[in-house]
């Protein structure tokens, strides 16, 4: 398998769940990114890893948490969620990490649905 | 504040009629500019990166040009297969207060081609 592969594809959980969205990339690349989509807005970016570190995160409230175990995988802890969160999730890399200039590679995302 | 705008918000166009988006930015100082195409239900597909102004750049039916104010995506003779969103993001120079210079997307514009 090649490219950034995210599960679940779809999600639905209750405002008290807690839940988890996985990305993996076969790109060998150095920097890893959580962005959120939301229906008539922006990509929106939450988290940026760059060799397992954290390098940046965006105010983004606490009921995300994100982890990176190694620089190939790239995990969203949910907890207590609003449906305000309700949102495409996109995970995307990149070869080398900020503050190269260079392009995403996105995976199709997980479609979120807080009820 | 640095800000990306795209216009049309959403265009239709019969098969083989020329057209182009428009992706107008305000940063401090431009690193990148990129587009990107979304189909519906997948992640962003990169299509080109333009560096400084007077730049241009094609792929197949598209060509990608910059100016120092904005960059216009010229879509020649397209076709129902072109119809997709299509994004465009900037990136500024860093900033003193992050370690991170961020990649700002804009909101799109969704593209229908009719046959």
């Known amino acids: 398998e090649t490219g950034v592969t995210q599960t679940p594809r779809h999600l639905v959980m209750g405002m008290t769940n807690k839940k988890s969205l996985k990305c993996e990339q076969h790109?060998?690349?150095?920097?890893m990114y959580w962005y959120k989509q939301s229906a008539k807005k922006p990509l929106e970016l939450m988290f940026v890893?760059?060799?397992?570190?954290?390098?940046e995160n965006n105010s983004v409230p606490s009921r995300f948490s994100p982890e990176c175990p190694n620089s190939s995988h790239l995990f969203l802890h949910l907890h207590t969620l609003q449906p305000e969160d309700s949102a495409l999730y996109l995970c995307?890399?990149?070869?080398?990490?900020?503050?190269?200039?260079?392009?995403?590679?996105f995976g199709s995302g997980t479609q979120l649905s807080v009820l | 504040e640095d800000q990306v705008t795209q216009s049309p918000e959403a265009l239709r166009l019969q098969e083989g009629e020329s057209s182009s988006l428009n992706c107008s930015y305000t940063v401090s100082g431009l690193r990148g500019l990129f587009w990107y195409r979304q189909d519906p239900g997948k992640g962003p597909e990169f299509l080109f990166t333009?560096?400084?102004a007077g730049e241009e750049k094609e792929k197949e039916r598209l060509k990608a040009t910059l100016t120092k104010k904005e960059s216009f995506l010229h879509i020649t003779a397209p076709k129902p297969e072109d119809s997709a969103t299509y994004l465009c993001?900037?990136?500024?120079?860093?900033?003193?207060?992050?370690?991170?210079?961020?990649?700002?997307f804009g909101p799109g514009t969704s593209l229908s081609v009719i046959p």
């Open positions: 890893y760059s060799l397992e570190e954290r390098v």
């Open positions: 993001a900037v990136q500024g120079i860093l900033l003193a207060e992050t370690s991170y210079d961020k990649v700002i």
């Open positions: 333009l560096y400084s």
């Open positions: 790109l060998g690349h150095n920097a």
């Open positions: 995307a890399s990149s070869p080398q990490g900020p503050p190269t200039v260079e392009k995403l590679f």
